[in-house]
């Protein structure tokens, strides 16, 4: 079933600024939040260092902005990628709830990244970093949907088929013949929710499910 929003509720249910769960997503794992911190801390003291050097002239406040720009970036290079996403599903000129149920549920193996590293003898060896993924298959009334991913998580064993599933739907177009994108989703039995990442503001969501999906 598929209950189209009225206008203004997917900006609701999607904020333009970064949230906290949000923010966390973007910072990433340990090794993704300490090449930011590297980022942060090389990249800003050179132009401070610079801006020091060079104080009194004009170009000494510019390197001090920089500077301090870059030491920043820990924090707002999150913020800037989350706005980005975000702003990703706020564009579709159509969106609207889904309730349907799981049809099918599977694992995939998904390559994350692929780096080269001198094992004991020196020689260069390919390693490669894979992650499992959550694959699920969705449908209603009318027929098949779409496939939810995600990185399987052990909470996800408590998943079965048939479980009703609620999410957005966007698209290009009104009449939803192709779909563009789901957020994450909301399953109600299992009180769980799935997703690659955290779109939806969770407990407006909810709020509106219970007053549009009676």
């Not at 002239?57 to 902005?65: D, R």
């Not at 060896?125 to 993924?133: A, C, I, K």
């Not at 009104?174 to 994450?184: T, V, W």
């Amino acid at each position: 079933m598929l209950v189209p929003l009225k206008p203004g509720e997917l900006q609701r249910l999607v904020p333009l600024v970064a949230t906290g769960p949000q923010f966390s997503h973007c910072w990433g794992n340990p090794s993704k939040g300490l090449q930011r911190v590297l980022v942060s801390s090389i990249g800003g003291v050179i132009p401070l260092l610079i801006s020091q050097s060079t104080f009194g002239y004009g170009a000494g406040s510019v390197w001090l902005v920089i500077g301090i720009t870059l030491l920043l970036y820990v924090l707002w290079g999150p913020i800037l990628e989350a706005g980005q996403r975000n702003s990703g599903l706020r564009r579709y000129p159509a969106a609207a709830l889904f309730e349907g149920t799981i049809a099918d549920l599977y694992t995939r193996e998904r390559l994350e990244d692929r780096q080269e590293q001198a094992d004991r003898s020196g020689r260069l060896e390919v390693v490669e970093n894979r992650r499992t993924w959550l694959c699920l298959e969705l449908e209603d009334e009318d027929g098949p949907l779409g496939v939810l991913r995600c990185p399987l998580l052990k909470e996800h064993r408590t998943l079965r088929r048939g479980m009703v599933l609620r999410c957005l739907v966007l698209a290009e177009r009104a009449d939803f013949a192709r779909i563009g994108a789901l957020s994450d989703a909301w399953i109600p039995q299992a009180r769980l929710w799935v997703g690659d990442y955290p779109y939806l503001l969770r407990p407006a969501f909810e709020e509106i499910c219970l007053r549009r999906l009676r």
